[in-house]
Structures are given as structure tokens and as C-alpha cells.
């Protein structure tokens, strides 16, 4: 079986090391192995993709179309592209070899780590679990899965199904809450890769510290949006089109990197409130079109950013709430207080906090007194403002006159900086993430510089700084003895 229950610490430990015995049985270096695992997951996502509708909406109320941009079909799309790039991802990399060490290779080879843990969140309950599974089979480990407790049909899904599709001997799906993560986390991986909050992450990279794991953290934070004045009609549609979609469309705002809060220019802001509310009528049209707050806790921390008086006043459109149905209406709000909670913690949920500035230019130093965040959108035709942003603020990621869609993009890294994490993946990135780089230097021994050695004299100094100065004509007369 490749799903357990929370079970009792000992039945942990004989888990990790049976996987540590499949890892030294060597099969998962296998490329057809590798391989196979990525083909099981594109089936598991194909034949399985009715049930994928149902849990996501369960979980989270997902509509099928939603479900399918954001997890299915961008799993379908990087797991395609990983198996069509592993071959040579995983094949060895020529590096320079310097003249003096003639003939040698230098190569690096890429390996896997070993055994791997991932936590995943709940938001993206079948994208953040399977993405960074799929790296860390490429790359050739075996993995554990700790899939999120908040989502819990997700996760009762990847328990019952990765098994039947994946080596069931080398992934493991184990469900849980806090508890099972931290007993998970007693015990030696090679690699853990988390995705959660800052509280979590800081206690996954305490308990790390004991077996000295690497672990990468993949967290939260506060995603600004900068809208330019935009001066066409079309241009600005389309600014607002990517707005909504990004911070309404994709689970409801629970998304790392959904537009936290807006900046734009005063004079600017009645055109785009004005925008955003006409845009939202139509892409939210029903309740459906929406996802819904996870849970009661979610809903009741979202609740408590519109009780403080002041946010409340600044509330523009929307900002009506159903404790019943967890609904939450999309709501803009027109300049809250800055040091109010919900301008100073993520929002993560369907709030849209707009902040004026005087010009355009003074949202860098908004920017820039704030924590470095996973992402930073701007919307602007004005090339000299893109520079500026680019040059001047820190982020995982900036996307200019789009939002989201970065995450899509496998030629780019994706993971935080500072505050909102560290350690890239996606793509490529998630295969080197779960690779160790090795080395490798062969040498001959035809031509041997006994200069490097003891007993030392002055001349073999000056050999010494010829080689280190890359000065090989100095090297050569002084072997030939034609210069001191
Ligand atoms: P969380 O930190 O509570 O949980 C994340 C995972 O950790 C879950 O699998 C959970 O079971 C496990 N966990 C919880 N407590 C634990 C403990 N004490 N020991 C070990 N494991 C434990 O997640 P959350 O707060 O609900 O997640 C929301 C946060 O995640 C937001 O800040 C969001 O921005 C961030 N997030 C980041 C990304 C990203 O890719 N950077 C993606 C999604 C969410």
C-alpha cells in the first residue's frame, strides 16, 4: 500500500526506511523508470479527471473550468514538458577544464538526493502536491506526499489513487494534520520542499536543522499591483480583464501570488474602480463562478479585516458576507489605512485593498519598504517605469501587464526571496532542485608539475603564480627553463 493514515511514530520510521531501501536498490536512477512515473501521472491525470473535478470542488468549490486551468491542465503541461526534456536534463554537462590540468574532462553530473518529503498546501491541493512530485521523480527519488488536511478530498484522493498509477513502493501519499507533518519531520530526508505559511515554514526549517535536511520553502507574502495611467480603451480593458481574472478567478484570492492590493495614481483611480466593478459583473456573474473561503477560520480571519471601522469605511463595492454559505463577496476598498491589518498581513482571500499615490513613480518606494514578495505586477506601457521596477525592488518574480500567468511559464524559476521564501522550481528548476550536482574531474597521468609539491624554493612560487594568472607562456619558458 502507498497511503497510510496517521499511524504511530514507529510505523513512520519503518516507512522511511523502507523507501530508503527502494532508493539504494538503485531502480529509481533508472531514465525508463523515471519515465514510466511521469507517464503513470499523465494517466492518473487523464483517466482520473472526472474525479479531480469533484474533489477540487468539494474542497474548494472549484468550477470544472477553473480546476482545469489551474491544476489539471498545467500539471498535463509541465509534466509533458519534463518528459520531453529529461533525457537532457538528466545527461551530464560539459564544464571547462583549464589548460594546465591537460588532459582532463570536467563534467557535472546530475543525481538524485535520496528519499524526499513534500508538504503541499490547500489551495492548490492537486497542483502543489503533484508539480514538485513530478520534479522529484524526474530527478530520480523517492518521495513521501504529505498533501494538506485542509483539503481533505484532495487529499483522501492522492492517497487512494497515486499508489494504483505511481511505484507504489518509492511515492508515498501520508495524510495527516500538524502532528503527522511533525512527526514526518523527526526523521532524515534528503530534500524536504514546503509550501505553507511563514509559522509552519519556520518550524519545518527548525526541526530540519537537526539532521541537517536542505529544505526549500515556498511561502506567502503580499503581492502589490502597480496600474499605470493607461490611456486606450482596449489597453485598460485588458488590464482590468487580467485583474479579475487574477485575484476573483483563481480560488477566490487564496491564491501566493494573487494580486494582494493595488497602487495607482489618484487620478487614475475612479476610471479603474469603475472598470473593475462593470468587468466583475460579468466575469462573477453567479456565486459559481467564484471558489469558495475554505473553511469557517478562513472566512471568520477574512470577517475580521473589514470590522476595524476605518477598513470598513473604504469599502467601495461589495462587502457583504455569508457565515453561512462561507461566501464573501468581491469586495474593493479605497485607500484603508495602511497600518491596518489587512494592508499589513496577506490577505489571501477575495479583499482588494487600492492604495493612491501622487505619481506612479512613488509606488517603488511603497515597494520598497515593504518585505520582498513572491511576485510584483505592474501595468504599464511606460518602459522607463519597467526598468525602474525591475532594477529597483527584489521579488520572486515580476510580471508586467499580466498576473498569475507567470506561474505557467516553465522557462521561469518559481519560489519566493526574503520573507516569502527560498529555493526555485518548475520546470527544469524543480529538476535541479531534487538533484545534487556532482562534480566529476578525470584526469590522466601523462604530465605531472612537480611544482605543486614540497620541498619548497622561490621558483616554484612564480610556477605557482603563472598557473593562478592563467599566464601559460610564463609557465612554459619556466618548464623549459628559459625564464626564472
Ligand atoms: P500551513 O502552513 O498551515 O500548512 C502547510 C502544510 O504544512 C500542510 O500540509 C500542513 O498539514 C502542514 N503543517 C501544518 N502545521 C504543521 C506543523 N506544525 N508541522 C509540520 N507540518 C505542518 O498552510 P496555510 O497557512 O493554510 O497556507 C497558507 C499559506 O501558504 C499562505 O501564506 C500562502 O501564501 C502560502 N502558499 C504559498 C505557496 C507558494 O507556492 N509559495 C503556495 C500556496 C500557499
Redesign the pocket.
Known amino acids: 500500500m502507498g497511503s497510510l493514515q496517521e499511524k504511530p511514530r514507529l510505523r513512520l520510521g519503518s516507512l522511511v526506511s523502507g523507501l530508503q531501501e527502494v532508493y539504494e536498490s538503485g531502480r529509481t536512477r533508472e531514465l525508463a523508470w523515471r519515465r514510466s512515473q511521469l507517464r503513470g501521472l499523465l494517466r492518473l491525470l487523464s483517466e482520473k479527471e472526472e474525479e479531480i473535478f469533484e474533489v477540487l470542488r468539494d474542497d474548494l468549490g472549484k468550477n470544472r473550468a477553473e480546476s482545469y486551468r489551474d491544476e489539471l491542465g498545467a500539471l498535463v503541461k509541465s509534466v509533458n514538458h519534463t518528459l520531453r526534456n529529461l533525457g537532457k536534463w538528466a545527461a551530464p554537462e560539459k564544464a571547462q577544464a583549464p589548460l594546465v590540468s591537460f588532459p582532463a574532462t570536467a563534467l557535472v553530473v546530475p543525481e538524485p538526493l535520496g528519499v524526499v518529503l513534500v ?6 491541493p492537486l497542483g ?1 502536491a503533484l508539480e514538485p512530485v513530478s520534479g522529484a521523480l524526474a530527478a530520480g527519488n523517492v518521495v513521501v506526499l ?5 483539503a481533505p478530498s484532495t487529499a483522501a484522493f492522492l492517497a487512494a489513487t497515486v499508489p494504483r498509477y505511481l511505484d507504489s513502493e518509492a511515492v508515498k501519499v501520508v495524510e ?3 502532528e ?3 512527526q ?2 523527526e526523521h532524515r530526508w534528503d530534500k524536504v520542499l ?8 519556520r ?2 526549517l527548525t ?1 530540519a536543522a537537526k539532521h541537517l535536511t536542505p529544505v526549500a520553502l ?4 503580499k503581492c502589490p499591483c502597480i496600474v499605470d495611467y493607461l490611456d486606450g480603451k482596449r489597453g485598460r480593458q485588458v488590464a482590468v480583464n487580467r485583474i479579475v481574472g487574477a485575484k476573483w478567478s483563481v480560488c477566490a484570492g487564496q ?3 494573487a494580486i494582494d492590493y493595488i497602487l495607482v495614481e489618484e487620478k487614475f483611480a475612479p476610471i479603474l474602480i469603475g472598470l473593475l466593478k462593470s468587468t466583475l459583473k460579468n466575469f462573477i456573474a453567479t456565486p459559481e463562478c467564484m471558489a469558495r473561503i475554505l473553511n469557517a477560520k478562513h472566512f471568520q480571519r477574512l470577517s475580521n479585516y473589514l470590522q476595524d471601522v476605518k477598513v470598513a469605511a473604504s469599502v467601495v463595492h461589495g462587502g457583504s458576507l455569508n457565515p453561512k454559505t462561507l461566501a464573501i463577496e468581491p469586495t474593493i476598498l479605497l485607500n484603508p489605512p495602511v497600518d491596518s491589518d489587512i494592508m499589513t498581513e ?1 490577505i ?1 482571500g477575495p479583499l482588494l485593498p487600492i492604495i493612491t499615490v501622487k505619481k506612479i513613480e512613488d509606488s517603488i518606494r511603497f515597494l520598497k519598504s515593504k518585505p520582498k514578495p ?1 511576485s510584483i505586477y505592474a501595468f504599464t506601457t511606460n518602459e522607463k517605469l519597467k526598468r525602474r521596477i525591475t532594477e529597483e525592488t527584489s521579488s520572486g518574480s515580476v510580471t508586467f501587464n499580466d498576473a498569475i500567468v507567470q506561474y505557467v511559464v516553465e522557462g521561469l524559476p ?3 526571496v526574503g520573507h ?2 527560498f529555493g526555485q522550481y518548475h520546470g527544469k528548476y524543480t529538476f535541479d532542485m531534487f538533484s545534487n550536482k556532482k562534480a566529476v574531474f578525470k584526469r590522466s597521468f601523462l604530465i605531472e608539475f612537480m611544482f605543486r609539491y614540497p620541498p619548497w624554493d622561490d621558483s616554484k612560487i612564480r610556477m605557482l603564480r603563472h598557473v593562478f594568472n592563467l599566464n601559460y607562456v610564463g609557465l612554459l619558458l619556466g618548464l623549459l627553463g628559459l625564464r626564472r
Do not use: Q
Open positions: 508538504f503541499s498546501c490547500w489551495n492548490f502543489l504529505k498533501p494538506s488536511e485542509l495527516g494534520g500538524p503527522v507533518g511533525e514526518l519531520m514546503f509550501t505553507g505559511s511563514e509559522r509552519v515554514g518550524l519545518i526541526k515556498e511561502l506567502g507574502s491564491a501566493c501570488i496577506e489571501f513572491l518559481f519560489g519566493g516569502s521564501g
